[in-house]
């Protein structure tokens, strides 16, 4: 049997990561604690993600991978790209579909990330990333995408970061809506200090963006877990974080949920509705992620989660 194909499409950036007890205040200068880089951007990383929980690591398994995962995008002429590219082929994904832009820099992800708690604060400079988009509006890329997809019966996992209202004529071709607290409350026009309340009701949330057409609605919401709901579904479902030993380094969490909750979806074939186990195994995956320092590097291949592993045994 041929393996399913998941399609990424969006960026690739090289991440400067600096470690620091506290982010400094203004004016203030700091020793950091370390220094490094990494390939990263969240399309790659969702990419690679879903590769390495698609399948065993290769060095443990010559099994022979049921999904093929296909990036598109755009990297630059710099050393950066080639780099990118070489560091996602390692992790078997397909990147015969990412360009090589002429004279431009590929796109940067400058990290500041607190020791003591893991969070993280990015500032983005999207280089090359900018010209996956056929026009300069970003966001008529993303609804020329879903419009396609539609139209090709293709179902969508669609992951808006960062988040802008979208029209509502789109929702219809979303199939799996996933949004932490932040992308969600923007959605839907909600104050955010409503939803940062650790007491907030996500059901009227998930009803909204719901009642405009997407199909499914998974809401991270960091080391509390995530919430989940679909179409007909009366009341929506939440699954604890799973447990992790400390945490080092969340940058790349959200990305590696994406990536695990797509692979448990695809498998199902014709089953769209999001589960509590899809969600479960989505949490497991994103707790050995933060355990490591980095992005795509700290991602786990499925034998180093569990559950995940064992479909793969």
Request: a negative charge; hydrophobic letters at 40%.
């Amino acid at each position: 049997m041929a393996p399913k194909i998941i399609t990424v499409i969006g960026s690739l950036n090289t991440d400067l990561v600096t470690v620091t007890p506290r982010v400094p205040a203004g004016g203030e200068t700091l020793t950091a604690s370390s220094f490094h880089t990494g390939p990263g951007g969240k399309g790659a990383n969702q990419a690679v993600a879903t590769s390495r929980l698609s399948r065993s690591n290769p060095q443990n398994s010559t099994a022979t991978p049921d999904i093929t995962v296909k990036m598109i995008g755009s990297v630059g002429t710099d050393t950066f790209g080639p780099e990118l590219i070489d560091f996602m082929s390692s992790s078997l994904v397909d990147t015969t579909g990412i360009q090589s832009i002429p004279n431009t820099n590929t796109g940067v992800a400058t990290i500041i990330v607190e020791s003591t708690s893991g969070e993280n604060r990015i500032l983005l400079s999207p280089g090359a990333n900018a010209h996956l988009q056929p026009t300069r509006n970003p966001l008529e890329t993303v609804l020329q995408i879903l419009k396609t997809a539609k139209e090709a019966g293709v179902d969508v996992l669609f992951n808006p970061a960062p988040a802008v209202p979208l029209p509502m004529d789109v929702y219809p071709a979303i199939t799996h809506l996933i949004v932490n607290e932040t992308e969600a409350a923007i959605l839907t026009s909600t104050p955010l200090s409503l939803v940062e309340d650790p007491s907030f009701n996500w059901d009227p949330i998930a009803k909204i963006l719901l009642d405009r057409g997407a199909k499914n609605v998974i809401i991270t919401l960091g080391s509390k877990g995530a919430y989940f709901s679909h179409q007909g579904m009366e009341k929506g479902g939440f699954v604890p974080c799973a447990k992790v030993e400390k945490v080092v380094d969340t940058t790349a969490a959200g990305d590696t949920f994406v990536g695990a909750y797509a692979v448990g979806v695809v498998r199902k074939g014709g089953e769209s509705l999001v589960s509590e186990e899809d969600v479960k195994l989505a949490c497991k995956a994103s707790a050995r992620t933060v355990e490591k320092e980095g992005a795509q590097k700290s991602i786990p291949w499925a034998d180093e989660v569990d559950d995940i592993g064992r479909h793969n045994s």
